[in-house]
């Protein structure tokens, strides 16, 4: 089954503080195909964020099996884990993370000028525009990140989610810092791309927002409920 | 004021959990400021500090200059009579004193010590306002020819040699065979004006009557050196008034008493006056001047990192700062809270800084009295207080204005609500770069003129001397007596002891012989066929010197027993001066050839492989002369990891005349030492500051970057979220500092055009081809560090997990 984008076997993920070790993964194992929306929600704590920073390699599984795209990733080196967030994975955090220094134009372009190979100056061009008009924000490519709304920041980093082509999309809050109304425009952006073929993996707490997923993930306590 | 005080126990308090920031700053100002008030004292004390004497600005040393027809003029050089007379018959001065500085063993002591003695006339210690701890100074009773044997000693001899006894008053020195009784201690504050030398201090001054020369008091054809003629100018006599009327009186006897005398037909003498300010500040102006640059360099890149380290903290005590906003503090009280803590911490950095600087005199009495004047004056006084007090403050006032400039006061008010994210505090970039520039460019000046100079020192100091010195000693005698025996007398006894030395079964040789590193550099002899003389160093040295020394001989022979019995007219050059020879007489074989000394002609025997002294830069020609009959000077040339001690020698001695004893005895190898003294001091003080600098530079360039890689993290985070590449951050990192490195850099290089023109005196024999390589190599030093400060704080990121950076911890 080659359309299976992400498949993780008994991942577990132990956080040693002080004299404190934390479960916060016990043996979960999900699979996600191309094309899916997946939401994970659950309580405070119980181990969401922690689960989405492994699928997007940005932290490493004590143990189990992870599969992306078909590759093991369990192990990788620090670089190939780069190379393979920037080919693979698009990001959209809660407090949205864009870079304040560069333009909208830019902070879209950053994952492409992380590539290997960077694409041409005018390709990259095409790409980022198409990106901002899928978002709605064709207008403001010249702006700074603080001189536009809340609402409009979280699109900025949804089209710089997309703009490598990833295979998928991870989604964390991405409606936490914003009001009911403009969560509202986020989600509904997201659930475009998702019938456009996206493939999206979303972490939330508003069960009005998870049902809106096609398959749904509950955790407690580190484990899938 | 009352407010400062609150707000400063409140520092104290905050302080206290803060040992880091607290130590790092305290360090690096401490040792900074230490070196900065250490220089500004000697600097004050060598360059403003009036000299301790009463009316100093009066106070003139006579030299004259002897201008013999088609002859180089012979200065700083006096006929006895001719400085007796002016002496004598001058109204110029109020007062006016003549003194010699001399060495001599005093032979009473058991250990036979030798000791720098001066002779001096009674004028001299009033016009020097002299104090004394025990006694008297001379007076009418030693004036000249009263013929009293008295002396007064130093403070240090009294405590080396008396142990500070109290009956100091009835003991006496002797120094050869003249028995001096002790009428008088001089106080220990007492700091002698260095009119011959830098650093020269003397054990014990002796009535005039029994300086060494006296025997040429009728012959106005011998000129002795060293004699030196110090007066008070009369208020109403100008500096030029005071020039003619002592030339003309020099003059006027000096023509009259030689005339018939061959050397100095039509020969004039003239005087000139210099200020004793002058005399003792020599030319270690310039020195100071640049030893100051050097520090104030240290001290701005300390107080780059210091900045660093106040922005750094001012942006941690946001939350605190936002607090007071909210209660109600005005912009100025929160610059009197920042400013109570920069000057508690400037307090305690400029008391660290007095402590090194107090070390630092020591430092300096010990190691730099033959190199800045002065320095025996050098201590704790008005000035350093004064100085620490206007830096501490300044600095204090300086850290706490950049540090609340930083805050934004308006946004300082909805931090609380926004829960301390935000922009109310900040750095500024702008500010960083400056930090960065400056640091660069005072560091790329500091390194290369530092290391220059210390490569300069380096080369001289390890740069082979072309002939052995392992195991070879050199050896001086005294004779305690007067007259000294004539040379014929001496001979005998010279001859009796090389045969004792040679039978000690430690001693492989020795011979009649002075060490290798005495050199006339005057010497000068002429060719047959030519009339212009060459100039040359010379050197009297014994028989089978070179096999002693291992120098290689090229071609000849060496001179023998037999050449020094018979005066044998007789020369040994080496292949520099051969070369320079047969570049003049280029048909004649230079070996046999003739040169002539005066109208002697003498005979080249032998020509031995080249040799160069410490402190020459190139090989000089050289020519060797046998040993004069009754030169008391020896080398000896031990048997490998054998020792014969001074007090062997001086019972051998004893044995054959007891008038005799050991002047001095000296491994050939610390005599090298000796001579290479000043370099010693330059290429460990250049060495020591390049050091520092590299290091300041290092912690400062790495606490800035650190700084604004620990704002960036977020920002660093996202980017390695996306797919940045460990490189590619790295690069980023660089690239974003690159500017301000590559203009520290350039605005280095401008402030060293500026000093090599403003100091191209003292600089230009530096100035040479190997600057660009000096320069390539600073340029990678500072790059290497510049890269490490950039790569350094990025470590943690690439250890740490990156959902960890993105929580924001
Ligand atoms: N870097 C870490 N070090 C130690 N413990 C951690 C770390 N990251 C997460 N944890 C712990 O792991 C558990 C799961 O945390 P996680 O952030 O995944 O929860 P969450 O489900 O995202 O919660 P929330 O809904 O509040 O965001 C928590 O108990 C947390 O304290
Ligand atoms: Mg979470």
Redesign the pocket.
């Known amino acids: 089954m080659d359309n299976i984008k992400i498949s993780m076997k008994n991942i577990c993920k132990v956080?040693e503080?002080d004299e404190l070790e934390?479960h916060?993964l016990d043996q979960i194992n999900l699979s996600i195909t191309q094309g899916d929306y997946v939401a994970i929600s659950?309580p405070?704590?119980?181990?969401?964020?922690?689960l989405l920073s492994l699928m997007g390699l940005l932290d490493e599984a004590s143990s189990g099996e992870y599969l992306l795209d078909g590759i093991d990733v369990t192990k990788l080196s620090l670089d190939h884990a780069a190379e393979l967030r920037n080919q693979k994975i698009g990001f959209i955090f809660q407090s949205f993370n864009l870079i304040d220094e560069m333009t909208v134009f830019d902070n879209i372009a950053l994952p492409l000028s992380y590539h290997n190979k960077p694409p041409s100056k005018q390709a990259i061009t095409e790409r980022v525009n198409q990106c901002l008009a899928l978002v709605g924000l064709s207008n403001r490519s010249q702006h700074k990140p603080n001189q536009l709304s809340g609402g409009q920041q979280q699109r900025v980093a949804i089209a710089r989610a997309l703009v490598a082509n990833p295979s998928i999309l991870l989604v964390d809050e991405p409606t936490g810092n914003l009001d009911s109304k403009t969560g509202d425009q986020i989600m509904e952006v997201l659930a475009q791309l998702n019938e456009q073929g996206t493939t999206i993996c979303m972490?939330t707490?508003d069960p009005r927002y998870a049902a809106m997923a096609k398959s749904r993930i509950n955790?407690l306590d580190g484990k899938i409920s | 004021m009352n407010n400062l005080l609150i707000q400063i126990k409140f520092a104290w308090h905050n302080l206290k959990k803060k040992p880091s920031f607290v130590s790092s700053v305290i360090i690096t100002m401490g040792l900074t400021l230490g070196a900065l008030l250490c220089v500004l004292t000697l600097a004050y004390v060598i360059l403003f500090k009036p000299l301790p004497y009463p009316d100093a600005e009066r106070l003139f040393r006579v030299d004259s200059t002897v201008n013999v027809e088609q002859r180089k003029p012979l200065e700083g050089l006096y006929s006895y009579p001719g400085l007796m007379g002016l002496y004598q018959r001058q109204d110029v001065f109020s007062t006016s004193a003549v003194v010699i500085n001399s060495n001599d063993v005093e032979s009473s002591l058991a250990h036979t010590p030798a000791m720098k003695v001066s002779f001096a006339m009674p004028e001299f210690f009033p016009m020097m306002g002299a104090r004394y701890a025990i006694g008297r100074g001379f007076e009418q009773t030693e004036a000249i020819d009263s013929f009293n044997p008295v002396t007064v000693i130093s403070y240090k001899t009294w405590k080396n040699e008396f142990d500070l006894r109290q009956d100091i008053l009835s003991q006496s020195v002797t120094f050869s065979g003249v028995t001096y009784r002790i009428i008088g201690v001089l106080a220990e504050s007492f700091a002698e004006p260095a009119i011959s030398y830098i650093g020269y201090e003397s054990d014990a001054w002796l009535t005039w009557d029994y300086n060494f020369r006296r025997d040429l008091r009728d012959n106005w054809a011998a000129l002795i050196s060293g004699y030196i003629l110090v007066g008070k100018l009369q208020p109403s006599i100008s500096h030029q008034q005071a020039e003619q009327k002592l030339s003309m009186l020099l003059n006027e006897t000096w023509q009259q008493n030689t005339t018939s005398h061959p050397h100095f037909k039509n020969s004039q003498t003239s005087v000139t006056l210099t200020s004793l300010k002058d005399i003792i500040l020599s030319d270690s102006q310039s020195m100071i001047y640049l030893l100051l640059i050097g520090i104030v360099g240290l001290v701005v890149i300390a107080c780059a990192n210091v900045t660093n380290l106040f922005m750094s903290r001012t942006a941690e005590k946001k939350q605190q700062l936002a607090i007071f906003a909210a209660l109600g503090a005005k912009k100025s009280h929160l610059f009197t809270t920042l400013f109570a803590e920069s000057l508690l911490l400037m307090s305690l950095s400029i008391m660290l800084a007095m402590g090194i600087a107090l070390g630092g005199f020591e430092l300096i009495h010990r190691f730099f009295t033959a190199i800045f004047p002065r320095v025996t004056e050098l201590s704790l006084n008005g000035f350093m207080l004064i100085a620490a007090i206007v830096i501490a403050l300044s600095l204090a006032f300086i850290f706490a204005r950049i540090s609340s400039n930083m805050i934004n006061y308006r946004a300082l008010n909805t931090a609380l609500q926004s829960g301390g994210k935000g922009t109310q505090v900040q750095v500024s970039k702008r500010v960083r770069q400056i930090l960065i520039v400056s640091q660069v460019a005072i560091a790329t000046v500091l390194i290369l003129v530092n290391t220059s100079l210390f490569r300069e020192a380096a080369i001289t100091m390890t740069q082979p001397l072309g002939f052995n010195t392992e195991n070879s000693y050199s050896l001086g005698l005294s004779y305690s007596g007067r007259p000294r025996p004539p040379a014929e007398q001496v001979q005998p006894i010279i001859n009796e002891l090389i045969n004792q030395l040679a039978e000690q079964p430690e001693v492989q040789m020795a011979t009649q012989s002075n060490p290798p590193f005495n050199a006339r550099e005057d010497a000068t002899f002429t060719l047959v066929g030519h009339e212009d003389p060459i100039v040359t160093s010379a050197n009297m040295i014994g028989n089978d010197y070179f096999s002693l020394l291992e120098q290689p001989l090229l071609q000849g022979r060496e001179f023998t027993k037999t050449d020094l019995q018979a005066k044998a007219q007789v020369v040994v050059i080496n292949a520099e001066l051969a070369a320079q020879i047969s570049a003049i007489n280029p048909n004649t074989e230079v070996l046999n050839s003739q040169i002539y000394f005066g109208k002697i002609p003498i005979t080249i025997i032998g020509i031995v492989q080249n040799a160069q002294l410490p402190w020459h830069k190139t090989v000089q020609g050289k020519f060797n002369l046998p040993m004069r009959e009754g030169s008391t000077g020896f080398l000896i040339k031990l048997h490998p990891k054998q020792h014969l001690s001074r007090e062997r020698i001086g019972e051998l001695l004893k044995k054959i005349d007891p008038k005799w004893t050991v002047w001095d005895y000296v491994n050939l190898h610390d005599l090298h030492l000796q001579y290479l003294f000043p370099q010693i001091i330059m290429a460990s003080t250049t060495g020591a500051l390049a050091l520092l600098t590299l290091l300041l530079a290092a912690v400062g360039l790495y606490g800035i970057l650190s700084y604004s890689t620990q704002m960036r993290k977020t920002e660093i985070a996202t980017r390695l979220a996306i797919g940045a590449k460990r490189n590619a951050i790295f690069k980023l990192m660089v690239k974003d500092n690159v500017g301000a490195i590559s203009l520290g850099i350039i605005l280095g290089i401008i402030i060293l055009l500026g000093l090599f023109i403003g100091f191209s005196e003292v600089l230009q024999e530096y100035l040479s081809y190997y600057l660009i390589l000096m320069f390539a190599i600073t340029l990678a030093m500072i790059s290497i560090v510049a890269l490490g400060a950039a790569y350094l704080p990025l470590r943690q990121y690439f250890s740490k997990p990156i959902s960890?950076l993105l929580?924001g911890e």
């Open positions: 956080f503080t934390t916060a659950g405070s704590g119980c181990g969401k964020s922690t972490v707490h955790l | 960890t929580r």
